[in-house]
């Protein structure tokens, strides 16, 4: 919903200008003077910067935690964006914030101190997230309120002493450490693509021979893919380090090419990869495989979209991964999720090439980056110390 701008009017009793915000009255002086509309305008600036708040006498304002939170979220929808669409990030800031929204709602900012935040930390133990998760959910809560001091919502000392609140230390907490993310076995992915749509089984192909992230095999356009070489150059419209300025490249091999090849037969511009084709194909196959004759009310009911059920023009990561979870589910093989692709093709990439080549594949900007995603080669060494060692 557009923000609605208070308007610069006439108070025709005292013959003042007069704007309101936020259902507070604030007058400029002389209606039709110079000063007074440069007042207007210099609150209306302040009042638009400080997420529709005016401060008060150059103090920060009084405000509640629930205030705040919703001051920051409107406020970080807009920054943590991409072609007007948020990004994850967004989404880890809410839940990063809903425990401080359940304890500390009511309670004015300027008591939320670092036994607030710790209290807060230990609700997330509690639900089971791993130590990084945690350490990261807190350093969000931390940038709001410094995001606060900025906007004159939280007085500096309030974020001076939440700062005093240390990270979680390995072995010193009974929050889990997170798992390893290994790369997974080929018999694993293999079972697993008969069972999903064939637009899934491209993705999943394309993901593990390219070491593409899952956000960035769902966008995949014709037109972002430049076709003049022996190798293929995929350049994704939005990817993760954009916002740094780096600049992402994928290489499609002459494997990924014919995996690749059906799914450009579209206009440019539009996605490979479409949820909307594949319920399309798999009623067709449905309707192709029916022993009965369909009813006219049936029938009826399947000519009428329905509006909670409608598919999307492409995938999302979420979706991708819920495709690759009915197919593990249906293939009745062990878990695994789309990011081990990532993992497999680094793994495989180091072992023949080495750690440089596996780095410029995975578009990491350090080695100790690609040391996480690829695997170093355990046999080989093992064998290496047998004959030498």
Known sequence: MPTKIPAFRLHKP?????????????????????????????????????????????????????????????????????????????????????????????VPVTQFGPLALKVVRERLIKRGLCRTNINQSVHRIRRMFRWGVENEFVAPAVLQALQAVAPLRRGRTTAPESKEIRAVPDNLVEAVLPCVAPQVAAMIQLQRLSGMRSGEVVIMRPCDIDRSSDVWIYTPRVHKTMLQGHKRDIFIGPIAQRILEPWLNRPASCYCFSPLEAEAARSRDRRRARRSPMTPSHAKRHAKPHPQRAKRERYDRDSYRRAIEYGIKKAGVAHWHPHQL????????????????????????????????????????LAAMAASG
């Not at 007058?27 to 400080?50: H, I, P, Q, T």
């Not at 405000?63 to 939170?69: G, H, I, P, S």
């Not at 594949?361 to 996480?372: K, Y």
């Open 14 to 106: 005292s013959g003042l200008a007069v704007a309101t915000f936020n259902g507070r009255d604030v007058y400029f002086g002389a209606f039709d003077s110079a000063e007074s509309r440069e007042k207007y305008e210099r609150a209306l600036v302040e009042w638009l910067s400080n997420s529709l708040r005016l401060p008060r006498d150059g103090h920060p304002t009084e405000m509640t935690v629930a205030e705040l939170l919703a001051a920051y979220l409107r406020y970080a929808k807009a920054y943590y964006a991409v072609d007007d669409q948020p990004t994850s990030e967004y989404g880890c800031i809410k839940s990063a914030i809903r425990p401080l929204r359940e304890l500390y709602s009511r």
């Open 342 to 381: 990532r993992h497999t093709c680094g793994t495989r990439i180091r072992g023949r090439y080495g750690l440089d080549a596996a780095q410029v594949v995975l578009g990491h900007r350090t080695a100790a980056v690609t040391e996480i995603y690829a695997e170093a080669d355990r046999e080989k060494a």
